[in-house]
Structures are given as structure tokens and as C-alpha cells.
């Protein structure tokens, strides 16, 4: 073993599993977001399209998505984080080219839909929750958002110029290519961590009992659902607001590149807030700075600044809520539990966006632009009163070990470091020879867990 301390290499092992996971993210989803601005026009020429079927071709992938982030997280309870994750690439591999050489617009239809069928983003964030310690797990998750919303700025500049390029089918191949190069990052720099927990993995049905019922996740899956309602309803009317009072469409992209640059200022302090000071008060702040964004947006009337201000509210709230959000549901999930209940998550996540794009156009149709924003201001306020609601439990403490015959299989490591009284959860990474722990601190039995260590056992989140 190298001389550096089991913590260091630790949060070593934590960096790099986290960029990884976050390069991931942004090659997976640039190959998305990198159809939406051009796709209506291109689809158009497609034999067969239609209006609608050109929605169908780009709602097809985010309701693959929310059917089916389930069953991912709760087979990668079974069978392990790192081996769906290539399953799902590889689906959205296959679903790339089906899409790029279809003749039609159903052919294109099939396309999304594979590429949907690959539903890993709750199974990338249990691993998250798996690896990173609970002291560092909000800013990972932070990190893996910015990189989606990167990649999403990147690709609403590139795509038109990809499109003129490369054509539709060019875009899906290049799609394809980059979901490849993802399953390149996973092999090589994504662990494959041995995860094993006090109890046995429930049954399915108890399983999802056990989650339905808890009132944190609930709250937590109620809270995506609105996030992603709302973000979708207001992007179904705020273009044609800004092209209104005067900023044309090829400016808007730049746009929401300032008002995204300039919310990361706030979101920072805010998540460091969050780990100093607790997570309700500051996931409060940021479900109101959404609630005043929705206010802005009703009464911005034919000012841009009112636009440009309201947006940078919104999206203060939104990218700090991104953070703090998917971070508890892994801290409070029941063990053993983990990807199941992210896998509810982000169902939750993917059935918002298709009720916010849905009821979006419903109320902009009968009641006009405004109606969205008051509409989107009272769902909010309802989301503010389960906040301030909601008890957030007490952080469990962790704990990394180095292991005294690191040569032992992960899964024998695992059971003995559960057999120490106290150990909740123990996680073995055999590429490095540590176990990070979850643990009761009040009930830990110290002695017997330093007697299978190389050394006392560390607190990563504790100074050396």
C-alpha cells in the first residue's frame, strides 16, 4: 500500500469516479439536447412526418425514460451499479444507429425510444451515493448537474452547425459515437464497488412498499416531479416571450448561458451552506427563488431585463434543487434500497417533464402566457409548505478502512466488516484495497472494527 493515508486516497477514488460519471452524463446527453433545436426542421422532411409525429419522436425518449428508470435502478440493486450502466449505453448505441438509418419518421420513433430504453441516470447517481461519502456527495451530485447543463448550453450552440454538417443522420451517428466513447469512461475509470448492507435485499413488492410509504422519499419525488413540471411548462412559452420583446432566437442560447454562469455564483455558498448549516433551510431558499421566478415571468410584461432577472432566479433555485434533491434520496433510501428509490426519482423527474410540457400548452392555449407562471407560482408555494414540513434525518457517519488482507474477495470483506456491530453499510473497493463504511457512531464496536484495519479506522469528512 502507498503511504498515503486512507482518506486521501479516498477522496482521490471520489474524484475520479465522479468525473467520470459526469463525463459520462454530458456525452450521453449532449447527443440528445443537440437534436432539439433542429429537429422539427429536419424531421419535417422525413416520409411519413406529421406534427405530431415529429412530438412522438422527441417525447419518445423521455417517456422510455420514466417507465423504465425503475426497473434499471432496481436490477442494479441485484446485478451491480457499473454493469446496467453499460447496458443502457449500449441500448442507447443501438437506438443511435436504428435512427440514423431509418427512412421514415416511425424508424426515427424507434430510434428515441431505444435511446430512452437506456435508463441509467438513477442508476449513475446510486453509484454516486455508493462511492462518495455523505460529506461529499452534494457537491458530486452538483458536479454531475453542471456537467448535464454544460453539455445542454454546448449543444444549443452546436447543433444547428452540426446539422448543416452532418445532416439528421449524421447527428444520430454522432450520437451513437459518443454514447461509445461513455462506454470507453465506464470501463476504465468507473469502480465496480461490492455493496453490501445490514439487511438482504427486500422482495420486489415489500420493496416498493417500503419506499411508497416513506413520507421523506415522497416528499422528495413530489418535489422532482414540480421541479421538472415547471421547467418544462415555462420553456413552452418563454421562447416565444423572448422573440416578443425583441431578442431573436439565435441570441437566446447566449441567454441562458449568462443567467446559468451567473446563478453557479449563488448556487456554490449555497451548497456549502447546505453542508454546514443543514438542508431544509436552504432547500427552502430554493424553492422560493422558484416561486418568485414564476411571479417575475407573470409580470415581466415587454421589459427583457424582467425576463433576464426572473430566468436568473429560476435558475439559482433550479440548479441548487438539482444538487440537494437526488443527494437525500440517497441518504434516506432504506438499505439495500438504494437504486430502487432513485429509480422512482427519476421516473418522477421524466413524468414531470411530460405533465409540464402537456399542461404548458394546455393553459398557454386557454388562458394565455401568464396563466403558465401563476400556475407554476402556486404549485411552488404547495412545494414550499412539504418543505417546511419535512424532517430531514441526521447524517450517518462514515467511516474508511484500509484492509488488513486486501487479497480477501470484496463480497467476504464485505460480510465480516458487517458482522462489526454498529457497521450499517459497507462498501469494498478492491482496486484499492479500502472499505468505506456507514455506521452508528453511538452503537459502533471501535475495537473490533480496528482489528480487521490496517490502522484505526477514519472519518473521511475529518482533517488530517
Do not use: C
Amino acid at each position: 500500500m502507498s503511504s498515503s493515508s486512507p482518506r486521501s486516497v479516498l477522496v482521490r477514488t471520489e474524484l475520479r469516479v465522479t468525473g467520470a460519471l459526469a463525463s459520462i452524463f454530458a456525452l450521453r446527453m449532449f447527443g440528445l439536447f443537440m437534436l432539439l433545436p433542429v429537429f422539427a426542421v429536419y424531421g419535417a422532411a422525413l416520409p411519413g412526418a406529421t406534427p405530431f409525429l415529429i412530438g412522438v419522436a422527441v417525447g419518445a425518449y423521455g417517456l422510455m425514460q420514466a417507465l423504465l428508470q425503475l426497473p434499471f435502478g432496481m436490477l442494479s440493486d441485484r446485478l451491480g451499479r457499473r454493469p446496467v450502466i453499460l447496458a443502457g449505453l449500449l441500448l442507447f448505441v443501438l437506438g443511435g444507429v436504428v435512427a440514423a438509418l431509418a427512412d421514415s419518421i416511425y424508424g426515427v420513433i424507434a430510434g428515441r425510444a431505444l435511446q430512452g430504453a437506456g435508463a441509467i441516470a438513477a442508476v449513475v447517481m446510486a453509484l454516486v451515493a455508493d462511492v462518495v461519502s455523505e460529506q461529499h456527495r452534494t457537491r458530486a451530485m452538483a458536479g454531475i448537474g453542471m456537467s448535464v447543463g454544460a453539455s445542454f448550453l454546448l449543444a444549443l450552440v452546436l447543433g444547428p452547425i452540426l446539422a448543416a454538417w452532418l445532416g439528421l443522420s449524421g447527428l444520430f451517428w454522432f450520437s451513437a459515437v459518443l454514447a461509445l466513447a461513455g462506454i470507453v469512461v465506464a470501463l476504465v475509470w468507473v469502480p465496480d464497488p461490492r455493496v453490501r448492507v445490514s439487511e438482504p435485499v427486500l422482495p420486489l413488492g415489500p420493496r416498493l412498499a417500503r419506499i411508497l410509504r416513506d413520507p421523506m422519499l415522497l416528499r422528495l419525488n413530489a418535489g422532482i416531479f414540480v421541479l421538472h413540471m415547471v421547467l418544462t411548462a415555462m420553456f413552452v412559452v418563454v421562447p416565444g416571450l423572448l422573440l416578443d420583446v425583441g431578442l431573436p432566437l439565435a441570441r437566446h442560447s447566449m441567454l441562458y448561458l449568462g443567467v446559468l454562469l451567473a446563478s453557479v455564483l449563488v448556487m456554490i455558498p449555497l451548497i456549502i451552506a447546505s453542508e454546514r448549516r443543514g438542508v431544509r433551510p436552504v432547500k427552502a431558499v430554493a424553492v422560493v427563488l422558484l416561486g418568485l421566478s414564476m411571479v417575475g415571468l407573470a409580470l415581466a410584461g415587454n421589459q427583457l431585463w424582467h425576463f433576464v432577472l426572473a430566468l436568473f432566479l429560476f435558475f439559482s433555485g433550479f440548479n441548487l434543487l438539482e444538487a440537494l434533491l437526488p443527494s437525500l434520496v440517497g441518504r434516506v433510501a432504506p438499505a439495500g434500497t438504494r437504486g430502487t428509490a432513485l429509480g422512482i426519482y427519476s421516473s418522477s423527474q421524466f413524468l414531470g417533464v411530460f405533465a409540464g410540457g402537456a399542461l404548458g400548452g394546455l393553459l398557454w392555449q386557454q388562458a394565455g402566457a401568464s396563466a403558465v407562471f401563476w400556475t407554476g407560482s402556486v404549485l411552488v408555494l404547495l412545494w414550499l409548505a412539504l418543505v417546511l414540513t419535512m424532517r430531514v434525518p441526521p447524517k450517518s457517519d462514515s467511516r474508511v478502512v484500509t484492509l488488513r488482507d486486501p487479497v480477501t474477495s470484496a463480497d467476504a470483506a464485505a460480510r465480516r466488516l458487517l458482522d462489526v456491530r454498529g457497521v450499517l453499510e459497507a462498501m469494498v473497493m478492491p482496486e484499492t484495497g479500502l472499505a468505506v463504511l456507514k455506521v452508528d457512531s453511538g452503537n459502533l464496536d471501535q475495537a473490533a472494527l480496528d482489528q480487521m484495519a490496517d490502522g484505526a479506522a477514519q472519518d473521511p469528512g475529518s482533517r488530517q
